[in-house]
């Protein structure tokens, strides 16, 4: 009876001790209630995303914090219980949680969320993109689209708070552009004798052409050919973005006769007819010289292209459907081009 006894209190006492490391493993690693920020970038796998939890000190034991992560999925609807559960962002998190409340503060919404703007979107389309992540209402759209200047929205990919307002959005992107168009660039726009804001407008006519980074200094270095030859551009995607922008419902004044914004084909297929009898300012068949403003926000590369631009004395080019470029330096030898890869 009395090793019965002794055998129960030591299976008790390893109970007792192995609960005691448990909870020591499920509870917070501090005793710091402040909140710090938490970045789970965008291809983060949760085993790398546990793994910097631990390093930062907001968690102890990776197996008790799967379990957590287990069971919160568990009692939430639309939550897998396997698999990447844990959303990019950014979180508020603080080292005195336990790993179930950890579990919790990481399977809602992150209070920054990443956002993606692509190179050669106009602003109406960069507003859709947020409107999408932030979920804007049609007025935020609108007021965005408003405040927002057509180039200067810097593509990247932003981490943006979930409740940011328009003119704070489009506050973080030009400040992103100003950041990147440094004073490197001014001076090799200076020195080049090309006005920044013809730079731009000329970089985001690069941007809508080009087939990729690969083509852009040869479409720069025509361009600029065509500019000091006095001979009108002649290019496509302007006369797109004129169509779109007479067309497309892009204020909220009445809307009548145009296209939702959210149903707007941005950069339609234009017809030879609409080349030369589109009015608008920014049609560079009917007008000299670049466009009166930008028709999309462009990469650093198609404004480093302005400043390098390829040594060239061709005037014309086109793309092939496999998006390679054919150069000509006469109208003759571009109409052999057209009838050659486009025909």
């Known amino acids: 009876m009395k090793l019965i006894k002794t055998a129960f209190l030591a299976f008790l006492a390893l109970i007792m001790i192995s609960a005691g ?18 970045v789970v970038k965008p291809n983060d796998t949760e085993e790398i995303i546990i793994s910097r939890l631990i390093e930062s000190k907001f968690l102890r034991n990776r197996e008790i914090f799967e379990i957590s992560l287990f069971l919160r999925c568990w009692r939430q609807k639309g939550c897998p219980v396997v698999g990447q559960r844990i959303n990019p962002g950014a979180y508020l998190v603080s080292n005195s949680v336990n790993a179930y409340q950890l579990a919790k503060i990481l399977l809602q919404e992150p209070y920054q969320k990443w956002i993606t703007i692509p190179p050669g979107k106009r602003k109406e389309q960069t507003a859709l993109i947020l409107k999408r992540s932030l979920n804007w209402t049609e007025d935020d759209v609108f007021s965005f689209i408003g405040l927002a200047e057509e180039g200067y929205l810097f593509p990247d990919t932003y981490l943006i708070d979930s409740k940011a307002k328009p003119y704070q959005v489009a506050q973080k992107l030009k400040a992103n552009f100003d950041d990147k168009f440094d004073s490197r660039i001014y001076q090799q726009l200076l020195a080049a004798n090309i006005r920044n804001d013809t730079a731009i407008k000329i970089a985001s006519l ?44 892009f204020s909220q004044a009445d809307p009548k ?10 950069w339609p297929v234009v017809t030879g007819s609409q080349l030369r009898t589109t009015p608008s300012l920014y049609n560079t068949y009917l ?10 926000s462009p990469s650093l590369a198609s404004i480093e292209a302005v400043i390098n631009p390829a040594d060239t004395d061709a005037f014309f080019y086109l793309h092939s459907p496999d998006k390679k ?19």
Do not use: W
């Open 21 to 38: 490391i448990i909870f020591f493993q499920f509870k917070g690693p501090g005793k710091d209630s402040h909140q710090e920020r938490f």
């Open 206 to 249: 690069i941007e809508r052409e080009s087939g990729g980074d690969y083509d852009k200094p040869i479409i720069a270095g025509i361009i600029l050919n065509r500019l000091e030859k006095g001979m009108r551009l002649e290019i496509d995607a302007t006369v797109q973005y004129a169509l779109a922008s007479r067309d497309c419902q």
């Open 257 to 266: 006769g145009q296209t939702p914004i959210t149903e707007c084909h941005f």
């Open 287 to 296: 007008n000299q010289g670049p466009p009166v403003g930008p028709i999309c």
């Open 325 to 343: 470029i054919h150069i000509a330096e006469t109208y003759r030898e571009h109409q052999e081009n057209i009838e050659k890869f486009l025909r």
